[in-house]
């Protein structure tokens, strides 16, 4: 068995390419998560103000959608895409590079100016460079390389808040939010390692690219496609209640006087889903029908969180929280497949982008609606995070069932059910 798991990844041509990805998109994820709390720590530091350090990871976070279709469009249409990337996850570390010196220094905002332009290359640090692990690997690695660039999503989640905190404890939060822009500056030289080929000129190709037509292609796409469709609109509704569990885990840790838990929980959620997206890497649970994966998966999420507001200690609340958190790994990674399984090409990083944008805005409405219910207390505010995966879940059956645009992999599956 041990030799089946490990046949995808163990020839060159596979290893090779997914290493220098990997090479990319780690430093690349991580500066992207520890720059949230560097921000804060750095206008606290200097500004003494948490209301500016709010605004900065707006700014960030906000052109994570907004600036989704620009980027996905242009990185689907740009003939040098290894180019096009590398100055863009380049322009991201500059950004929070520059940031770093100009706070306190310069005025506020411009200071915003640089977060909300580095913030539009965010796009390309997810979505973006997930897109290019098709045009990297063989279709028989495919399911597998998503799985571990899920867990690159979750080393980052784990490990970038932590070393920013770390680092602005150590050397000072300016400093740390230089060190992540270099992080960032570091997955762009890596960038240049990666083998993409050149895309074919066409002359009507850079004229074309931000019609507004075109701009609005991959949302079209989504709403007719209904895999796509469906993935979409179910991962991001259960998003909205995983975004709201930083909120709830720091109620829970002051009602249950266990100041740990606020970060704890936290992390035992992100391990937990690290785990998961390594389980489905060793062995997937479908090849072929990537968008069922995710509809089984958020009740999967839904019922350790529903018991984790009912259980009294705070042993079994950590336990649930990672039970919960390592279903999210399987739902992310077949996200990802049905994504890349269901996306026309000429579309794939538009639709990765978008996605990947109104994911990360469900998950700051989420933060944001369950910090205006902080009254109602942490196990009823569990039990909404819980019900947002049920409703996740019919919605996104619903929409897989109405009638739209069906791909033809739903229909004739022997073509993709080769191993990936």
């Known amino acids: 068995m041990a030799a089946t798991i490990a046949t995808p990844f163990t020839s060159a041509p596979v290893a090779a ?18 720059a949230r709390v560097a921000l804060v720590l750095l206008a606290l530091a200097r500004e003494h103000s948490a209301s500016l350090g709010g605004l900065l990871v707006a700014a960030l976070m906000v052109p994570h959608v907004v600036a989704a279709p620009v980027a996905g469009v242009l990185a689907d249409r ?5 180019l096009f990337h590398g100055l863009g996850l380049a322009a991201y570390g500059t950004g929070l590079a520059a940031t ?10 411009f200071v ?50 932590a070393l920013a905190a770390t680092l602005a404890t150590t050397i000072g939060p300016g400093a740390a939010l230089f060190t992540l822009g270099a992080a960032a500056l570091t997955g762009a030289c ?12 066409s002359k009507h190709r850079a004229t074309a690219a931000l019609r507004p037509a075109v701009l609005a292609a991959g949302a079209r796409e989504i709403a007719h496609n209904s895999p796509l469709r469906s993935v979409t609109w179910a991962s991001s ?39 998961g997206s390594l389980t489905y890497a060793v062995r997937p649970w479908s090849r072929t029908r990537p968008e069922r994966v995710v509809l089984l998966c958020l009740p999967l999420t839904a019922l350790p969180l529903a018991l984790a507001a009912c259980v009294p200690g705070m042993a079994p609340t950590t336990a649930l929280f990672a039970l919960a958190g390592w279903a999210t790994g399987p739902l992310f990674s077949a996200l990802l497949i049905a994504r890349e399984r269901y996306a026309p ?28 219910l902080g009254g109602l207390g942490a196990a009823p505010l569990l039990g909404l995070a819980a019900s947002a995966q049920i409703v996740a879940a019919g919605i996104g059956a619903v929409l897989l069932t109405h ?15 080769s191993p990936r």
């Open 190 to 201: 890596a960038v240049a390692l990666l083998r993409l080929p050149t895309r074919p000129r």
């Open 345 to 372: 090409q000429p579309l794939r990083t538009q639709i990765f982008t978008l996605g990947a944008g109104l994911k990360s805005t469900a998950a700051a409405a989420g933060a944001a609606g369950i910090g205006a």
């Open 112 to 161: 915003l100016f640089l977060v909300l332009a580095a913030g539009c290359c965010a796009p390309l640090v997810t979505g973006g460079l997930t897109s290019l692990l098709a045009e990297l690997l063989p279709e028989r690695a495919l399911t597998r390389a998503f799985s571990i660039d899920s867990t690159t999503y979750n080393l980052a989640g784990i490990l970038g808040p």
């Open 100 to 109: 770093a010196w100009a706070l306190g220094r310069l005025p506020t905002p």
């Open 78 to 82: 740009v003939r040098h895409r290894r």
């Open 17 to 34: 390419p997914l290493a220098c990805y990997l090479g990319v998109a780690i430093p690349a994820r991580l500066a992207d998560e520890g």
């Open 237 to 275: 509704i259960g998003q909205i209640g995983i975004g709201a569990l930083p909120v709830i885990t720091a109620l829970l840790a002051t009602e249950r006087h266990a100041g740990w838990a606020a970060g704890g929980l936290m992390t035992a959620f992100a391990a937990g889903a690290m785990a």
């Open 403 to 417: 009638s739209g645009r069906r791909h033809p992999a739903q229909q004739h599956e022997e073509p993709h059910g």
